[in-house]
T-cell receptor
Framework: EAGVVQSPRYKIIEKKQPVAFWCNPISGHNTLYWYRQNLGQGPELLIRYENEEAVDDSQLPKDRFSAERLKGVDSTLKIQPAELGDSAVYLC???????????????FGQGTRLTVV | GENVEQHPSTLSVQEGDSAVIKCTYSDSASNYFPWYKQELGKGPQLIIDIRSNVGEKKDQRIAVTLNKTAKHFSLHITETQPEDSAVYFCAATLNNAGNMLTFGGGTRLMVKP
């Protein structure tokens, strides 16, 4: 079974340009997360989806960040315009949240390393 | 919200020695505590987890302990091997809050052969 797939792996853009990241979660996983990981730090949650609904986006900087998961499967995270401080690794994770009685594992993708110059 | 502190930030041990990483959390309602290992260029991978109704859990060379009263939990790796070298993250969450993990700052473990 394929894991969480993210693309691209690396992206270098100039500041003020737009950028988008794509995530394909593990098949059947209804819960999808986007995390941002700054260099030398732990991941920080940006947004959580349950199927196609964004149920927690309180940490997403909405002035420049947006996300969507239109059909409840793949998801995209967009930044427009990018700033120098957005340089980080953007991680996608998914989980079988339908098994509500258990703390089921969240599986992470390899991430997209964004460099804004 | 939850806040997780992790120590030490770097840890160097000799192959075969034990390594201990400690974390504290702030929200007494948190009930699930996973540990992730992150190798260079890869995403975090779950290595062990513990729920709040258990005080200790072991899986081969890896063990985790939880002290709910003190809001501490620790990762213990015995008989360390060079392939254990990586960055380790602790995390905490409240299960019925969608398992949104709050991570510690990470510990870079270096196992010297």
């Amino acid at each position: 079974e394929a894991g969480v797939v993210q693309s691209p792996r690396y992206k270098i853009i100039e500041k003020k340009q737009p950028v988008a990241f794509w995530c394909n979660p593990i098949s059947g996983h209804n819960t999808l997360y986007w995390y941002r990981q700054n260099l030398g730090q732990g991941p920080e949650l940006l947004i959580r989806y349950e199927n196609e609904e964004a149920v927690d986006d309180s940490q997403l900087p909405k002035d420049r960040f947006s996300a969507e998961r239109l059909k409840g499967v793949d998801s995209t995270l967009k930044i427009q315009p990018a700033e120098l401080g957005d340089s980080a690794v953007y991680l996608c994770a998914s989980r079988d949240g339908q098994r509500a009685s258990m703390n089921t594992e969240a599986f992470f993708g390899q991430g997209t390393r964004l460099t804004v110059v | 919200g939850e806040n997780v502190e992790q120590h030490p930030s770097t840890l160097s041990v000799q192959e075969g020695d034990s390594a201990v990483i400690k974390c504290t959390y702030s929200d007494s309602a948190s009930n699930y505590f996973p540990w992730y290992k992150q190798e260079l260029g890869k995403g975090p991978q779950l290595i062990i987890d513990i729920r709040s109704n258990v005080g200790e859990k072991k899986d081969q060379r890896i063990a985790v302990t939880l002290n709910k009263t003190a809001k501490h939990f620790s990762l213990h790796i015995t008989e360390t091997q060079p392939e254990d070298s990586a960055v380790y993250f602790c995390a905490a969450t409240l299960n019925n809050a969608g398992n949104m993990l709050t991570f510690g700052g990470g510990t870079r473990l270096m196992v010297k052969p």
